[in-house]
């Protein structure tokens, strides 16, 4: 067994080469294994820079933790003492209304017992004055009763009763009116503040957060590989694999895994977390996208629910996704970066020259692994897996 059948990817004897495996592609299964362990040490590299970013990550996340917890617990710690603040204004305006009405309540009651008092006295002295005039009315002596009547005093025109005005029974119901048409508002105020406060709070989402600057986005840069299993037969790969070009059709092995109806072709990693990468491209068009790796190979990336595609050409850019199309505005550039947050199911497309202009961004739930997805579109055309610098 020391021959390998790539065609059947097994090991063989000699014999085996010129009986059932006659035709295939052999090689020395010793080359093999060096290929393959090559191979098996570049993903182990991987790896081990995938574990040192992962840590990285989680070191800023607990850093994030501390932060959210610090900035919640402040502001949970101020918001109280604005409340209380204005709990205690609100209870000093009450006290204010309170003492108010208690002031004037006894001013009012005060003036009305002294009238009432001086009522009083007028009466006592006009039953006193009627005692004596019926007493008068009952003497019998005519000259005596002549003697005696002049001496009357004449009755005196009331000062209070003719004065006194009782309005309607409403007193200080016009306060309590006056209290509730300021709980209406306080009311409106505090609703329409507490939209704008739960928006606030709604809004702190930590891991919907993007750089700002280019070179921010550079600490996720990923480096891509094409997969020669999924190159429609149209694709010439070269670079290392992260570049690929569309010429005539080639001959190509059989592969489950290979596109059929499209010119186009997925990497060999799987995307997960925050990564960023950046696609140059030549000709008339191309397409940039990220794809589940489990998309029909009979379809074009961008015309199914599993894979987000930007069409690019020299003078438009068009988004399709489950077959669905949008177009883009903004600067077309020979270069495009991509952004993606798996955790958080953020998908920017950039155009890149010097600066960084955001051309569309997808904002979903990401239920696996992504691949990044290229295909030029016309032949001659190229697209290439670029350093971002």
């Known amino acids: 067994m020391k021959i390998f059948c790539r065609t059947d990817q097994q090991c063989i004897c000699y014999l085996c080469t010129m009986d059932e495996h006659k035709g295939h592609e052999t090689v020395p299964a010793a080359a093999e294994r060096a290929e393959k362990q090559k191979k098996l040490q570049e993903s182990r590299q991987q790896i081990h820079q995938r574990i040192q970013d992962q840590e990285k990550d989680v070191k800023l996340l607990q850093q994030e933790v501390e932060a959210i917890n610090h900035s919640a617990d402040k502001t949970v710690e101020d918001s109280e003492k604005i409340f209380t603040k204005l709990i205690r204004l609100l209870q000093e305006r009450s006290s204010d209304v309170k003492q108010q009405i208690r002031s004037q309540q006894e001013t009012e009651v005060s003036r009305v017992k002294d009238v009432q008092e001086k009522l009083e006295q007028e009466i006592t002295e006009l039953k006193r004055k009627d005692a004596e005039q019926e007493q008068l009315s009952h003497t019998e002596h005519h000259p005596q009763f002549l003697l005696n009547y002049p001496s009357l005093p004449a009755l005196r025109e009331s000062t209070h009763s003719s004065s006194i005005n009782i309005r309607p029974l409403r007193y200080f119901t016009d306060v309590t009116a006056a209290v509730s048409e300021l709980r ?68 190509f092995s059989d592969h ?50 599993k894979s987000w595609a930007l069409y690019c050409d020299t003078d438009s850019y068009i988004f399709y996704h489950n077959n669905i199309k949008t177009p883009i505005p903004g600067p077309v550039s020979s270069r495009i970066g991509v952004y993606l947050d798996h955790r958080a199911g953020i998908l920017s497309f950039y155009s890149v020259s010097g600066a960084m202009t955001l051309l569309h961004r997808v904002q979903t739930t990401f239920t696996q692994p992504l691949h990044a997805g290229v295909g030029p579109v016309e032949y001659g055309a190229s697209a290439e897996f670029v350093k971002p610098k």
């Open 256 to 305: 489950p895994g290979r596109f059929t109806d499209c010119s186009q072709v997925l990497s060999r990693e799987s995307l997960t977390g925050r990564c960023y990468w950046e696609v140059e491209w030549t000709g008339r068009g191309v397409v940039v996208a990220v794809s589940y790796k489990n998309i029909s190979r009979q379809g074009g990336l961008g015309f199914n629910d």
């Open 184 to 251: 209406d508002k306080l009311q409106d105020v505090l609703r329409d503040s507490w939209t704008n406060i739960k928006l606030k709070v709604t809004k702190v989402d930590v891991l919907l957060s993007e750089p700002e600057k280019r070179a921010g986005f550079f600490k996720y840069s990923r480096d891509i590989t094409l997969d020669p299993n999924t190159a429609n037969t149209f694709l010439f790969l070269s670079q290392g694999n992260r570049k690929v070009k569309k010429v005539k059709q080639q001959c």
